[in-house]
């Protein structure tokens, strides 16, 4: 679960008449020019009942701040009563969009006319997180901040200023990006009316076709979905029959299996890629969650205490137990785990299907577990975040299929994601501290590195070299090695997942998150398959 916060603001305002009108909130004039008001019944989605009693109470225009997950964020301005405008960004929990006006907003509170251009451009900003700060930028006012923060924190530390150079320089930085002109072309290949329910594993998705039934909290027809290599999403059948509800339990798919742990009539079920069932056995009150799928239905899964990792067989027996704190990864048949015992370093293990262990690498911090990629011959780049007064670091080592270390290297923050490319030798990796940086696998020098405006995931890389980089929820970008920016596309939907196809081409899959547990407008919703190809290739296509 991500950030959760709701505020109201008022300009200039006694911080009395508020409170008065508002009984257990607490205003307070944190920053010049404007009164901030926190509450503990201040709630994100009943935010907007408190902001029209307080806007008619006052007789002054109020704004509402309500942020979600790390993933909505709703900001309103009332006055006498009503909603005078709200903006709301593009979100995963299937609230609508909706683009405020700028102009009412200045006007609502009392800045300059000429001063619009400024909101408009923050209103179109894709990355929440900058968002919210442009925002904080232009109004000079903390907007990160609810009852539990100002009471955890000085007051003083929330003093904000405005700041219209630093929005000046995040506009000529956009407009910079707005004027590459595109290598790549963004095809869409695949649009139908659906939802998707969730991801199985193995490339196979659970699509609801609507309308939906809040009654029953299903579609009118579910059925699994695979995203083919060719750039194809093909059907594969309705589990009506398997009577499945995500709140009922848990369903995956890998190696030819569909695994189906129903917890409310307590079996668990095995079926194949065709909906044939193979199995059915009683759980006995057992409440098992895989880690990982292993073939025929096999699993594994953690003890209740969660320091043994064991391997159980169709039928609920167990195969096999080792003692380890952390599941990792698998790759080629083999498992990779960490343990952490109290006093001692921590430890890395490569496993084999039989449960024993090949290799072990010790760390030399204290830190538990780390992350792992795989480069596509065997060799390993495993992240372990380093802490220390007032820094936080991540070590980069280079191994062996054998756990040997190659190299290493240090960078300042940790890792928020990586992709790395076997052909070229490069490992693209994001920083927490908005840096992309490039290494080369065969020195294990940094060869380049940029800072970055907005927050972003690095996706994977093509089969020219290029990584792909995701920002926000719809838009990708593609960089060479050298992270000169190559194309930039915005898509219909939120990427889903994505993939290098059997001729070299990236297609990519979006939706619509969240769509089921909301229920509404789900007949809206859309499932989008693109593929993302070269110019140079449609060029030779048209001749």
Avoid at 85 to 105: A, R
Avoid at 207 to 216: L, M, V
Wanted: hydrophobic share 35%.
């Amino acid at each position: 679960m991500g950030t959760t916060f709701a505020n109201l603001q008022v300009r200039e305002c006694s911080t009395d008449e508020i409170e008065k009108a508002l009984p257990g909130s607490r205003a307070t004039q944190l920053s010049d020019y404007w009164t901030t008001v926190v509450s503990e019944q201040f709630q994100v989605g009943t935010l907007e009942k408190m902001a029209k009693k307080l806007s008619k109470e006052i007789n002054r225009s109020v704004l509402s701040i309500e942020y979600f997950d790390d993933d909505v964020l709703r900001i309103a301005v009332y006055r006498n009563g009503k909603v005078i405008d709200s903006h709301i960004n593009e979100n995963g929990y299937g609230l609508p969009k909706k683009s405020g006006k700028p102009k009412l907003f200045i006007e609502e509170l009392g800045f300059d006319s000429v001063e619009v251009k400024y909101l408009k451009e923050i209103f179109a900003c894709e990355d929440l997180g900058k968002k919210l700060q442009l925002l904080q930028y232009f109004l000079g006012v903390t907007l990160w901040i609810d009852h539990r923060m100002i009471s955890e924190v000085k007051e003083t530390d929330f003093r904000c200023e405005r700041n219209l150079s630093l929005i000046d320089e995040y506009i000529a930085e956009t407009n910079k990006r707005s004027r590459i002109k595109n290598q790549t072309k963004a095809t869409l290949l695949t649009e139908f009316e659906g939802a998707l329910i969730r991801s199985l594993g193995d490339n196979k998705y659970l699509i609801g076709i609507p309308p939906y039934d809040r009654s029953s909290g299903a579609y009118k027809e579910e059925s699994i979905y695979t995203y083919l290599p060719n750039c194809t999403l093909e059907y594969n059948f309705d589990i009506s029959s398997f009577q499945y509800n995500s709140h009922t339990g848990n369903l995956s798919a890998s190696d030819g299996y569909l695994l189906f742990f129903c917890f409310i009539r307590s079996k668990y079920y095995v079926f194949d890629y065709e909906g044939n069932r193979i199995s059915e056995t009683p759980l006995n009150g057992a409440r098992l969650h895989p880690v990982h799928l292993l073939e025929n239905g096999a699993f594994l899964a953690f003890n209740n205490a969660w320091n043994k990792l064991r391997a159980y067989e169709p039928g609920l027996s167990k195969r096999w137990e080792i003692y380890c704190t952390t599941f990792l990864c698998s790759r080629n048949q083999s498992f990779y785990v960490s343990k952490s015992t109290e006093g001692q370093s921590p430890e890395f293990f490569k496993i084999n299907s039989n449960g024993e262990i090949e290799a072990i690498f010790k760390l030399e911090n204290n830190v538990p577990s780390g992350t792992i990629i795989f480069d596509e011959i065997g060799r390993s780049f495993y992240f372990s975040t380093v802490f220390s007064p007032g820094v936080i670091r991540t070590r980069v080592i280079y191994l062996t299929e054998n756990f040997e270390r190659v190299a290493e290297i240090e960078l300042e923050g940790w890792i928020t994601s990586s992709a790395v490319d076997t052909k070229n030798q490069k490992l693209f990796l994001h920083l927490s501290e908005r840096e992309l940086v490039v290494i080369d696998t065969a020195s294990f020098h940094i060869v380049a590195r940029k800072k970055q405006e907005a927050e972003l995931t690095l996706l994977t890389v093509d089969s020219l070299g290029r990584v792909v980089i995701q920002f926000g929820l719809s838009s990708i970008a593609i960089m060479d090695s050298k992270l000169n920016d190559i194309s930039r596309h915005r898509l219909k939907g939120d990427i889903v997942s994505y993939m290098i196809n059997e001729t070299g081409t990236l297609s990519i899959l979006t939706s619509t998150l969240g769509a089921h547990e909301e229920g509404g407008g789900a007949s809206k919703m859309m499932i989008r398959l693109y593929e993302i190809r070269d110019m140079g290739d449609y060029r030779a296509q048209r001749t």
